[in-house]
């Protein structure tokens, strides 16, 4: 996949209005959710606009190489995957809601790939921080086998170091919209969606 970078700085969001409510409030309800579904460009749309998500990131996670690079991950065999790493309020939006938009943007049943990107780092697979999220991801993924009736690629497993993706890869669906557009659907990544996924493709919006 070849990625031509703009130039703009990276901003992220803002977790929460100062004053709405106590530090220790804030916490309890902050939360991480780590998702490999492919290119990550392609992953952030989906949550951005839900409530209770204060920021998305690309980056990359799952090998041991340190401060990788996008160069270094695109060759493959680093172990990494490019995942979109997603900060919400708990309280507003649930570990299961996040699950639901994941796997109708996926293709789930691809094995070290995701559309027209193939290799490892593209694979789909859920990071989990905690074992509410391991299990009530591997609930997930038996709900969707039970649903399909057959196997489903996508790993679970532990969350490791996350490594921010270089700038210009943040929010670069926003930042290069003809761009990004037009590698989606020479991708064919919105097609087989559909096929998969019916009406479902792309998940739903919560409110």
């Not at 460009?41 to 998500?53: A, K, L, R, T």
């Not at 020479?186 to 998969?196: P, Q, W």
Request: hydrophobic share 35%; with cysteine.
């Amino acid at each position: 996949m070849i990625r031509l970078p703009p130039l703009r700085p990276f901003t992220l969001s803002v977790l929460a209005a100062a004053g709405l409510a106590s530090p220790s409030l804030q916490a309890q309800s902050s939360a991480e959710a780590t998702f490999a579904g492919g290119c990550f460009w392609c992953m952030e749309p989906p949550y951005d606009n839900q409530p209770g998500v204060s920021a998305t990131i690309s980056g990359y996670i799952g090998g041991e190489l340190e401060n990788p690079t996008y160069e270094e991950i695109s060759q493959g065999g680093t172990g990494h995957a490019e995942v979109v790493q997603i900060e919400y309020d708990s309280e507003q939006i649930s570990y299961e809601q996040l699950l639901e938009i994941f796997w109708r943007n996926i293709d789930p049943f691809a094995v070290d790939r995701q559309f027209c990107d193939v290799g490892d780092q593209y694979r789909s697979a859920i990071f989990y921080h905690d074992e509410v999220q391991r299990e009530l991801a591997e609930t997930s993924k038996a709900e969707m086998e039970a649903r399909f009736d057959r196997e489903i690629a996508t790993q679970i497993v532990p969350a490791t170091t996350f490594w921010p993706a270089e700038e210009y890869h943040q929010d670069y669906y926003q930042k290069n919209p003809v761009r990004y557009k037009f590698y989606r659907y020479s991708c064919g990544r919105d097609g087989r969606l559909e096929e998969v996924w019916g009406d479902e493709a792309g998940g739903p919006t919560f409110e």
